[in-house]
């Protein structure tokens, strides 16, 4: 029985950014399903956030094959949410999943091959209980697989109905240039570049941000939160439950330096300044740049996803505390 029942004004506050040259937008903050829905994690907690998120006008849920642990519960669990309260919904949601990482033992489970490509998107669409997704991506680049396969699968992908739309992520700027330009050639447009971008991670400025406007495709930021080092959460040390606490976050204790700790410190400052929390200003901060469609956070709980929310009320900058902030980063 379907429980959950959207609210009524779910399109009344969030933003809603054009991803590239393309007829899709999605909302200035999307959902990662990386950490914190897997089937180490709680439903009901989860669930909430995911029925929060939509309710905020949070179309976009992002996973891939191997999100959990264990690899493919958050696939699941996701599924899980669709059937019990999202399904009725299909048609407002953009649904993406990935493959590219190790995913099953064995040479055909791991990188950009056709056989991995294919067998993965027609798995994660089985745990989803999906016929199709809304964006399938490539992961990460294969040197050991010829680009034309890789990207020759996501194109074929696109014409057999199982994605709408494709993207790669991980890509640096020459090997984004040449997918696009394979893609292109196959009849097949790339709608989006995932890339990690924060205050923390700058690596998309030199090169891959002015490309993706130029070649009209979206760009949308992950882990924008440096995975809450830029939030309040370790600024007193590190908590019990926290990512960097637990077995099984990807963030380990030493990334938690007190170099790291201090730069947030001073950032929150202005955050206060601003009348935002860190994590909020760390989100605008991103989000000053049109060229970035949309930003996309994690949350292991609801309040931590309504504070990334309000990150939209205010994303303008003075040329001041931009100033103060970029000498705060190169510090
Ligand atoms: N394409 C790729 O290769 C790739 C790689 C990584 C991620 N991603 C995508 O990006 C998504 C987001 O990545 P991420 O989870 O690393 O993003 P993030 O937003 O940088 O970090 C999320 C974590 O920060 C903490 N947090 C979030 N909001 C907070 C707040 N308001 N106050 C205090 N703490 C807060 C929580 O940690 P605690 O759990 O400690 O509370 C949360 O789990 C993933 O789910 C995935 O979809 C893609």
Request: one cysteine or more; proline letters at 4%; a negative charge.
């Amino acid at each position: 029985m379907n429980l959950y029942q959207a609210a009524n004004d779910r399109y009344s506050n969030m933003p809603y950014r054009r991803c590239g040259k393309s007829g899709i937008v999605l909302p200035a903050v999307s959902l990662g399903l990386w950490h914190n829905f897997g089937s180490v994690d709680i439903y009901e907690n989860f669930s909430k956030i995911a029925y929060t998120a939509f309710d905020k006008g949070i179309t976009h849920f992002d996973l891939a094959n191997n999100y959990g642990p264990v690899y493919g519960s958050a696939e699941e669990n996701f599924g899980k949410i669709l059937k019990n309260g999202l399904k009725p919904y299909r048609d407002e949601l953009i649904i993406s999943t990935k493959a590219g990482f190790d995913m099953w033992p064995g040479p055909y489970g791991d990188g950009g091959s056709r056989k991995y490509l294919m067998a993965s998107l027609d798995q994660s669409l089985k745990r989803m209980g999906l016929d199709y997704v809304d964006i399938f991506y490539s992961h990460r680049p294969d040197p050991n697989t010829p680009l034309e396969e890789t990207i020759g699968t996501l194109a074929d992908i696109v014409k057999q109905g199982k994605a709408l739309y494709v993207g790669i992520s991980n890509y640096d700027a020459v090997q984004s240039k040449e997918a696009f330009r394979l893609l292109q050639s196959m009849g097949v447009k790339c709608l989006i570049h995932q890339a990690k971008y924060s205050m923390y991670e700058r690596w998309v400025e030199p090169e891959l941000l002015s490309l993706l406007e130029d070649e009209g495709v979206g760009m949308i930021a992950f882990s924008p939160l440096a995975q809450g080092l830029l939030t309040n959460k370790y600024l007193h040390g590190i908590p019990a439950n926290s990512r960097a606490a637990k077995a099984t976050g990807y963030l380990q204790c030493d990334q938690v330096t007190d170099a790291i700790v201090e730069k947030s410190r001073k950032l929150n400052e202005i955050a206060q300044e601003r009348h935002q929390s860190l994590a909020e200003m760390a989100l605008a901060w991103l989000l000053k740049d049109k060229r970035v469609t949309s930003v996309l956070v994690g949350a292991s709980s609801v309040e931590q996803l309504l504070d990334n929310l309000k990150a939209t009320e205010n994303i303008c900058f003075s040329e001041e505390e931009c100033k103060i902030i970029e000498s705060i980063l190169n510090a």
